[in-house]
């Protein structure tokens, strides 16, 4: 059975005259200790996809219609006390920018402790040596030390490594961790990923990784998503989708990256840009931008249909896909 | 935003403020409707108050202490030809009230027009310039702002009271209210507008006007200053509402306008004598008149702190 | 291009650039009690160290550090938004760091800068053709009204910006298309050389490629130098004819972009080249670096790298290492590489 | 933190200075401290000599020299009014006015923490807008109309409250006089601190509710809130310590006006404190008890700043940060 199983969520925000669809008929399932990677331009609905998971959207925002299921059970269902006892707990989840994460007037000691005792009823001694314990994981030098210092005296890539730490405190099931890295150095981005990924094979903890950074995704996850303007385009095996990307969107991305080009030469762009979630066009959203679209895909939404090991929604992809079926059937 | 039209007619200013965030905002806000309409009302009646009121309070001819303290229409004993009644000094209250007001605003507006002409001046300098001028200049807000605006108004007065003397006090006191309320109040201003410049200067687009070689000052005026508009707008409101606190608090003191040429303050404060003997309309109507210009103005800088929500100073 | 002497002489010449911030703003601040003692100590950050490097004409030299490094430093001190604390640099072979504001004025035209945010490189409260036309007017006061309008609309054509949008503010604009009016600003004064502050690094990928592609045109059509400051190198080696390597604001590696790939020889520079995720990587392989980053607050006495560096020994932490040339054209500061300790 | 501590308590030493100029120079330009020793029926060259004698013909710098010599003696020269040293008379008024500021205080603390932080958590909640639509009411009116309404619901009205003085006091010892032992004098306090209050209180229940709410929306309450901290840990260990910061600073330049709105209280309450005893000077032309007035207020103001500034620094942990540019 997998661990995480979404299914058609659509996430609204109410604005000032009308409601904006944010997420629209999002599905995908992640199995235990599985790694998997959201892949989109901001605005594409990645980190709120994150933040549905944990379901913790903040006003305007809201889960409109759909089910999440998290080893089982319905969470857009649970009330707040029981969704409390999820997060941080089985669901564990790691912010953008770690210099804004942290409580800048709490002790880094004061604030694993509190996430400790809000799940285990635990002692702040026997608290304090699993924080240790963790941060020792992380390669925290001096951990005991680190519990008395405030955030602000420790670098952005310390702190990192902390909020991992913290994350992994409760041996949750799942950790989502929405651009963990996009604030940090190149080098220090690498050794977080590094870690990330050790803790996370290592305990056997699915993970959800949310990036605009194909690199990134290549490097950490297993299966990817691609997203557009609040909808899945395109998902499967992420090295089915690096080395052989269906979707004119996903090329378009891939092709876009300069080393995918001669130095010097000209890249290959995508004209225009994506479209803001009050104005998405009929049809495909991407048709506006999209070489291969035709008059079909500004009128018709395509839907996300399996091709052997990839789900694509692209109505050029299911014309190439059913002649060569035909073909190979014939 | 991809499908910009081109071809489209340039709006008018009145229609694209109709239009924007905060026309928008106050079509939806009947606070703020009705703030301006009352703040209108009040503004416009006490500018024709020559006009408008049936006596002169200014002329001792047209008072007559036999008519002092009648009480409003509505009460019995009344004299109709005082709709709101009488002070104790026989004045049409109706006709006082509409000059003091009168008063209280244009006192409160030039006291803020004062703040905002200095503040604004040396916050610019102090944000732009930076360095010990900047550090003299804040420290120097800093204390000044500590010492309460009161405060340094209540000495000032009560010293140039007693240097001049009552008479030729009471002859310049609106310069004395308007000058000592505008001076006081200098770092508000310079504190939001620097804390402002800050801001902006960080900005690339300061760095880009740099880059092509324009001026300090071309900078300050035509780039820095008119993006710290929001919060001299927002700031403006609510310190024309402290203003006229101000002037009716010195006034209500002693210290302000004088009982011969009463601003509200100074009506209040006359009538609080009589509170005791049931003549409760001399302070009553007035300070409901008081408040009611403060609290729209209040509201009207509550809505446009909303709206615009800019960066204020804090601490 | 056409003589000699021309292709000799660097557009840019940057002589042991210095730049320190002073931290302590006032003189008691600078007064510290140590040890029961009042001494008096300066704190200052060491943003840029003796950084020496030439831009020839028509090339695209890229720095590139990670934050901190300072070479955003190093471009706002090109710009002439900073005055360095010490050393030269020349423009077209004339000294500028010292010039007056208005001795800088003939070279505003010639050297403009591209910044990193789009959402804040334009003044909010201007319109597009206010914003173009500004500079247009400033430098060029014999122009009349037609003619600056005439150039607007050509630079906006150029870019790709439809003319008819002018009227339109910045905020009714994607970031891309703000980064194009941006760029085009800096072209309404038919700049030379063109300083670019992380031009990309704000923008999505997709419109990172649009606005790459941009600048590549308009080094060609307008024969345009570039400084590029980046953060990624997967644009350097797309966009750099030279490459700088930049760690707490000293030159690490200076080369031409082929070579500083292929070859890199700095221990850091190989580092950051391993760093970088690659699209067809299984997992991450990146040389691991030890230790933490130093504040350029206090800086160590030798190689700023020592503290993470896996080859550092004595001489490494007692003196720091000149730029040496290397015999494939390439600069290194290393002691290491001088004593051929990392080829073992 | 030695800098720091260095640098305020010099400002402060700075600013006292500024504060005895201004004194000096009110007390030498305001009255004629002859006439007030002997009168008008002396003649021009018996006054000369006194003036000699009083030193009153020195040069500037000497008088403003021997006038900050007596100050820091304590010596604040004679009320004309009172005959008796200007500084005891300060000092036997300061008692009340500091009974009634400590009162004020008190409701104001009691009060704009809870009311703030409730408007901040349940910013639509009937009540949240019951208490914002109350607070601009109550920024809207003057302090001494607010005390003017009290008396005349709560004194003239219905009785239940004295309309002027501090009724029973004890004595505690020195001057000190309290209000706070006896039920009549809890009577008589009463109404003159909620008025003082009145204009101070929504003003902070606003600050509280903007800053909470500000810190409320900030990355660190969102990531306290995903590991599954309870709302009410959140609030009051996460987001409050983070609201006051500001709060503090605020807090100390409102005490500055607090002092001054207590003229105001204390003219309509005829509460006798310095407040009441300053304007009554004013009225007198009592120059010695004016400066002296300036002076004692100015020590307090200055006092108090200093110390909350102390205070903020030692509560931030992130104010040594600053200083480093770190």
Known sequence: MSLLSVRDLTVKFAMRDNTVTALNQISFDLAKGERLGIVGESGAGKSITGFSLMNLLSRPGYIDSGQILFGGQDITQLSEAEMRKIRGNRMAMIFQ??????????????????????????????????????????????????????????????????????????????????????????????????????????????????????????????????????????????????????????????????????PGQRLKQIPGNMPSLTAIPTGCPFSPRCEYAVDHCRKILPEIVRYGQVEVACHEVSRLQNTNFEEASA | MSSLSTNQPTPSRFSRLWNSNMGYSFRRNPVAIVSLAIFLIIAIASTLAPVLAPFDPYDPAQIDIMNSEYPPMWVDGADPQFFLGTDDQGRDLWSTILYGTRLSLLIGLCAVALQAFLGISIGLVAGYVGGR????????????????????????????????????????????????????????????????????????????????????????????????????????????????????SLSFLGLGMPPSQPSLGSLISSGFDYIFSGSWWITAIPGVVLVVLVLVINLLGDWMRDVLNPKLYKG | MSTASQQTKPLLELKGLEKRFDLDKGFLETVKLRGGRLTRERRSVHAVNNVSLNVDRGEALCIVGESGCGKSTVARLVAGLLSPTGGEIHYDGDRIDDRSRAAMMPLRKKMQMIFQNPYASLNPRMTIQQALEEPVRHHNPQMNRGEVRDKVAEVMRSVGVDPSWSSRYPHEFSGGQRQRIAIARALTVDPEFIIADEPISALDVSIQAQVLNLMLEAKDERGLTYFFITHDLSVVEHFGTRVAVLYLGTLCELADTRTLFENPKHPYTKALLSAVPKLKDEGPSHIRLQGEIPTPINLPQGCPFQTRCAFANARCRESRPRPLLQTDGSTVACHAVEEGRLDG | MLAYLVKRVFQAIAVMFAISLIGFAIQDNLGDPLRELVGQSVSEEVRQQLRDELGLNDSFMTQYIRFLGNVLQGDLGTSYFFKEPALDVILKKLPATLELVAGATLIIIGLSVPLGVYTAIKPNSVLSRIIMGLSIVGISIPVFLTAILMIFVFSVELGWFP?????????????????????????????????????????????????????LQSEYVKYARAKGIRPYRIYFVHALKNTLLPVITVGGVQIGTMVAYTILTETVFQWPGMGFMFLEAVNRVDTPLIVAYLIVVGFIFVVTNTIVDLIYGLVNPTVNLARMGA
Request: glycine share 4%; net charge negative; charged share 15%.
């Open chain 1, 97 to 262: 920018d770690p210099m804004v994460t942290l409580n800048p007037v709490l002790t880094i000691g004061q604030q694993m402790v509190e996430t400790l005792r809000a799940h285990r009823s635990l002692s702040k001694a026997e608290a304090e040596q699993i924080a240790i314990l963790k941060l020792r994981e992380v390669y925290i030098p001096s951990p005991e030390e680190r519990l008395n210092q405030y955030p602000h005296e420790l670098s952005g890539g310390m702190r990192q490594r902390i909020i991992i730490a913290m994350a992994l405190l409760l041996d949750p099931e799942l950790i989502i961790a929405d651009e963990p890295t996009t604030a940090l150095d190149v080098t220090i981005q690498a050794d977080i990923m590094e870690l990330l990924l050790e803790l996370c094979q290592s305990n056997k903890v699915g993970l959800i990784l949310i990036t605009h950074d194909l690199g990134v995704v290549s490097q950490m996850t297993e299966r990817t998503l691609v997203m557009y303007a609040g909808r899945l385009i395109e998902a499967g095996p992420t090295r089915e989708i690096i080395n052989d990307p269906q979707h004119p969107y996903t090329q378009g991305l891939i092709n876009a990256l300069p080393q995918q080009t001669l």
């Open chain 2, 133 to 248: 001028i900047d550090s003299l200049l804040m420290r120097l807000a800093d204390i000044q702002l500590s010492f309460s605006t009161l405060m340094v108004a209540i000495i000032f007065l009560a010293v140039t009271q007693a240097m001049f003397g009552s008479e030729t006090f009471n002859q310049y006191a609106i310069y004395f209210l308007i000058a000592v309320i505008g001076v006081a109040e200098w770092p508000q201003y310079a504190r939001t507008v620097r804390a402002t410049v800050l801001a902006e200067k960080k900005k690339e687009y300061i760095d880009s006007a740099r880059v092509l070689g324009f001026g300090p000052i071309r900078i300050m005026v035509r780039h820095i200053l008119p993006n710290s508009l929001s919060p001299i707008f927002v700031i403006s409101t609510v310190q024309v509402a402290n203003a006229i606190i101000s002037e009716a």
């Open chain 4, 163 to 215: 309309s002027y003085g501090r009724g029973d006091v004890v004595h505690v010892f020195g001057y000190w006089e309290t209000n706070f032992a006896t039920a009549d004098g809890w009577v008589h306090i009463m109404l003159p601190s909620v008025a003082l209050a009145s204009i101070m209180l929504p003003l902070f229940v606003r600050l509280i509710r903007a800053e909470m709410m500000e810190v």
